[in-house]
């Protein structure tokens, strides 16, 4: 079961006024991670507000030098393929990817293939903070890296999260799909043993009949003269 992990960076809020400015994907098979990875920053053709690069830190200047979507559209999807897609707040990745699909007149990603896992932590743990931070948090993930959002290290981030709404990471059990297809079977050859013998020796008989003796009207010898 091939799954792609997706997270976006855009100009603000609203996919009509706003543009997509970067894009970052993880690919997982089997719920495990390959090491596949799409990742790229993309010209909005637009400026940058100050609200938006507060959050994620991408500059006008740093962006200018970057491709259009039209550029990384192609690879983009071929990347993708028809796997479903994994988002947090899914509607609002999906969205803007739509969008700019529509500007260059390609089809959309159809909601179906979308699996929100905001909508997931809310199923999972209701009343509690659904937002990527806490979830993080929830699950002990380490975010010391993340100063700012950025698609690829959130979408590495959503990755655990995700896994760990599905069913839970078993630690030390955290195999790359190379390391997990690739092990070997061990045969160990068992020699077999003698079997040991458990009856009572004769000085042990000849206790116990000397110990029945002293019990008065003992069941034990009236059972031994019971024909069977």
Request: net charge negative; with cysteine; glycine share 6%.
């Amino acid at each position: 079961m091939r799954e792609i992990i997706l997270d976006t960076e855009t100009t603000g809020l609203s996919p009509i006024d706003h543009r997509v400015v970067e894009i970052g994907c993880i690919e997982l098979v089997n719920h495990v991670a390959t090491g596949r990875e799409f990742h790229a920053y993309m010209n909005p053709e637009r400026d940058m507000p100050a609200e938006a690069e507060a959050v994620h830190g991408l500059s006008s200047e740093f962006l200018s030098t970057k491709p259009r979507f039209a550029a990384i559209v192609d690879d983009f999807l071929a990347f993708i393929g028809d796997a479903p897609v994994v988002a947090h707040n899914a509607g609002f990745d999906m969205g803007f990817i739509n969008a700019e699909l529509k500007r260059l007149n390609r089809a959309p990603l159809t909601p179906d293939r979308a699996i929100d896992t905001v909508l997931l932590a809310r199923r999972k743990f209701p009343g509690a903070q659904a937002s990527l931070d806490a979830l993080c948090r929830r699950f002990q993930i380490d975010t010391s890296a993340r100063t700012k959002h950025g698609a690829l290290l959130d979408a590495q981030l959503l990755a655990q999260v995700y896994l760990e709404l599905v069913g839970g990471r078993e630690p030390g059990l955290a195999l790359s799909l190379s390391e997990s297809t690739s092990a070997t079977m061990i045969m160990v050859e068992r020699v077999a043993r003698e079997p040991r013998p458990h009856g009572p020796t004769a000085d042990e008989l000849a206790a116990h009949t000397a110990f029945m003796a002293t019990i008065k009207n003992a069941l034990w010898p009236k059972l031994e003269e019971t024909p069977s």
